[in-house]
């Protein structure tokens, strides 16, 4: 027999609730254009060598010796002042070597507190930045600049100290002495550092100088306050 019906063999189309016919559309969402690279806007960051964070870690440790010996004995000088006594510091080996006639002048203590008490923590700083380099960290130009202007403090510091203590204290310090040169070579060895990475602008013939010869600077530096000191005293230093 024949049916005018519709086949019941035949699927029929699925139908929603409100007798539309349903259908389904694939999209690709993945495009096939390339993308425009974004620009990497991250500062950049530098870490040092292994010698320059040796050095750092030698100068700091040398100064924070040198403040920690001198805070030491002024502490000293000053109990044996309540207690009636006298302290001599162990560097005080003659009338010009003095230790003890520069921890107790007026200089000494410019900020109202001793000088070397700075030093604690200032050195201290050098050498944790040091040990993190050590470490293989790695900092940002802002970084690098404000280290850079805390040395160059440094050294405007010690510079005016050594002119009080040749010209108007009239003696000198071996433990002093000693934090000047390490603050002296941590300066120059930071700038040089800056330039060298492009934080400091400088003409290619200071950098190329500054990339063989940066030892130049500090013992030039060194070798003209020598020259002061013995300009100043000459023998008397150890009569």
């Known amino acids: 027999m024949r049916h005018n019906g519709p086949d019941p063999k035949k699927a029929h189309p699925q139908r929603d609730g ?35 964070a040796l050095l750092l870690v030698i100068t700091g ?45 007026k200089q000494a203590a410019v900020f109202g507190f001793p000088n070397p008490m700075l030093g604690l923590v200032c050195y201290g700083i050098v050498v944790c930045v040091g040990m993190s380099l050590l470490a293989r960290a790695r900092f940002p130009r802002w970084y690098w600049l404000t280290f850079n202007a805390g040395t160059l403090f440094g050294v405007c510091f010690v510079t005016w100290l050594m002119f009080q203590s040749l010209y108007r204290i009239n003696a000198l310090c071996l433990w002093c002495t000693l934090a000047w040169i390490a603050t002296l070579l941590m300066f120059w060895y930071v700038t040089s550092f800056n330039v060298r990475n492009d934080f400091l602008p400088a003409p290619r013939p200071v950098k190329t100088f500054l990339a063989e010869f940066t030892w130049v600077l500090p013992v030039t530096h060194v070798g003209i306050i020598a020259m002061l000191i013995l300009t100043r005293w000459g023998s008397q230093l150890w009569a």
Do not use: Y
Not at 66 to 84: H, Y
């Open 61 to 105: 440790a040398a100064g924070l010796l040198a403040s920690w010996v001198i805070t030491i004995d002024k502490f000293k000088i000053l109990e044996g002042k309540v207690s009636g006594k006298t302290f001599t510091p162990s560097c005080s080996i003659s009338p010009i070597i003095s230790c003890g006639s520069v921890m107790e002048s």
């Open 18 to 52: 409100i007798g539309v016919m349903s259908k389904t559309t694939v999209r690709d969402d993945v495009s096939t254009k390339p993308q425009p690279e974004r620009a990497d806007t991250a500062p950049r960051t530098v870490g040092g060598s292994r010698a320059f």
